[in-house]
């Protein structure tokens, strides 16, 4: 077989190197791709919005398989293109990707199919969204709308900030069209977990848990990124944590999307707020996680792409998935000053290093390679995966390899998993 990847992300290097390692597979391609996917197959100079682009490739080359890495292309409708023309491929249609691509109908499909999730309010003017903040008070949560790679959510902690928050986004100078719209909601107490199945439109089979760590600080301090670590298992998810976010979030958005002629086939990830026995929806996405994708792979036993081929057929009815009962953990080093302004060029040293112990992989994300040395290209520039044992294990292993690889201005998170170890 030969497979497309679609995307240049630390998530996309990790679905390259695990599709890769099938027997199924002669060569896999990726579109733009990175210097880490470049290792393993070989990239293709076409941005992820150009769809013409895409299709063109994929029936020149006689792709059996492309796998939809990033939310973009899915809401511009690559799946609905390709499979115009008979190509297999892996992703959310368009009209089920909109669970993502609009925070206002996540939240009415959840409300009208009773998915457990915070109050909330739709508001697209800044006047009678200050007056809900100061009926609701703070803390409270503003999200845009649209697409904003994962940063467009913000937690103010008091009415200045909330007010800022939805001026900026409602002015457009935040988010652009993104925040044309936004979604305010109560604040939930708990500790957050992300939840992700693969599904057929009707059958659902659900990953490994994991948890992402959304704030750039220790100690989840400091503005959301687009997800500064993460591990798996987690343990927050207990078997009854599991049982309720299957029947209550998974079963009634995927039966709530087929009743709205939306049927969703591909992977659906739930961002889960678990305050004890209660579990509630903070949001969907459309597509693997990214940093969860890198250690969810790394315990994922089975081969990924008989998996990928049923759900892109349309029937995973007897698939079934085995996990490597070790953890795994994934660091992600950033640029200094992401997710605000942040410099790109600098000299990564120490990858082979850091890169060569067993267990540990890592993956690129904002690199760029000339001459054979590599340079940051973006906020988040490697995510540093690890599996062990237990929990700890993976974060020891995780960190001697972060520690391993330098460039002026590096920054990481150092409590990555220290929720885990806590239970």
């Known amino acids: 077989?030969?497979?497309?990847?679609?995307?240049?992300?630390?998530?996309?290097?990790?679905?390259?190197?695990?599709?890769?390692?099938?027997?199924?597979?002669?060569?896999?391609?990726?579109?733009?791709?990175?210097?880490?996917?470049?290792?393993?197959?070989?990239?293709?100079?076409?941005?992820?919005?150009?769809?013409?682009?895409?299709?063109?490739?994929?029936?020149?080359?006689?792709?059996?398989?492309?796998?939809?890495?990033?939310?973009?292309?899915?809401?511009?409708?690559?799946?609905?293109?390709?499979?115009?023309?008979?190509?297999?491929?892996?992703?959310?249609?368009?009209?089920?990707?909109?669970?993502?691509?609009?925070?206002?109908?996540?939240?009415?499909?959840?409300?009208?199919?009773?998915?457990?999730?915070?109050?909330?309010?739709?508001?697209?003017?800044?006047?009678?969204?200050?007056?809900?903040?100061?009926?609701?008070?703070?803390?409270?949560v503003i999200k845009a709308d649209g697409l904003a790679a994962g940063k467009g959510v913000v937690i103010a902690q008091d009415r200045d900030e909330a007010v800022q928050a939805v001026t900026d986004m409602l002015s457009g100078s935040a988010f652009g069209d993104a925040g044309a719209k936004v979604v305010i909601e109560e604040f939930l107490r708990g500790e957050e977990a992300s939840f992700l199945a693969f599904t057929d439109g009707k059958n659902i089979i659900p990953l490994a848990s994991a948890q992402d760590h959304k704030a750039v600080f220790d100690g989840d301090q400091g503005p959301n990124t687009g997800g500064m670590g993460a591990y798996s298992p987690a343990p927050v998810v207990t078997p009854a944590i599991h049982e309720k976010a299957m029947a209550e979030v998974m079963r009634r958005t995927v039966d709530g999307m087929a009743a709205e002629g939306r049927p969703y086939r591909g992977v659906l990830y739930a961002g889960l707020m678990i305050d004890g026995e209660s579990v509630k929806t903070l949001e969907f996405n459309a597509r693997f996680g990214d940093p969860e994708c890198q250690p969810l792979l790394m315990r994922l036993k089975s081969d990924i792409v008989p998996v990928l081929l049923a759900v892109a057929e349309g029937d995973i009815s007897n698939v079934r998935l085995e996990w490597h009962d070790e953890a795994s953990v994934c660091v992600v080093m950033a640029a200094g000053g992401y997710p605000g302004e942040y410099r790109k060029g600098d000299e990564i040293r120490g990858l082979d290093g850091g890169g060569a112990m067993d267990d540990l992989v890592v993956f690129h994300a904002g690199t760029t390679e000339k001459g054979g040395r590599y340079f940051t290209n973006g906020g988040r520039v490697l995510g540093v995966t690890a599996r062990g044992a237990t929990v700890k294990d993976a974060i020891d292993k995780a960190y001697q390899g972060v520690v391993a690889i330098e460039w002026d201005g590096a920054h990481y998170r150092r409590d990555i998993g220290r929720k885990a170890i806590g239970r």
């Open 1 to 140: 077989m030969n497979v497309l990847v679609i995307g240049s992300g630390g998530r996309e290097h990790a679905l390259v190197w695990k599709i890769a390692q099938s027997p199924l597979v002669e060569k896999v391609y990726c579109a733009p791709g990175n210097p880490g996917t470049a290792r393993l197959g070989e990239n293709v100079d076409i941005r992820v919005d150009d769809l013409p682009g895409l299709l063109d490739f994929a029936r020149r080359q006689k792709i059996d398989l492309t796998v939809v890495g990033p939310e973009l292309p899915l809401s511009l409708g690559v799946v609905d293109l390709f499979e115009e023309y008979g190509l297999k491929i892996f992703g959310a249609r368009r009209n089920a990707a909109f669970i993502e691509a609009s925070k206002a109908f996540a939240k009415e499909l959840m409300k009208k199919y009773q998915v457990p999730t915070a109050a909330y309010e739709v508001f697209t003017e800044v006047d009678p969204a200050v007056a809900f903040i100061d009926r609701i008070g703070t803390p409270i």
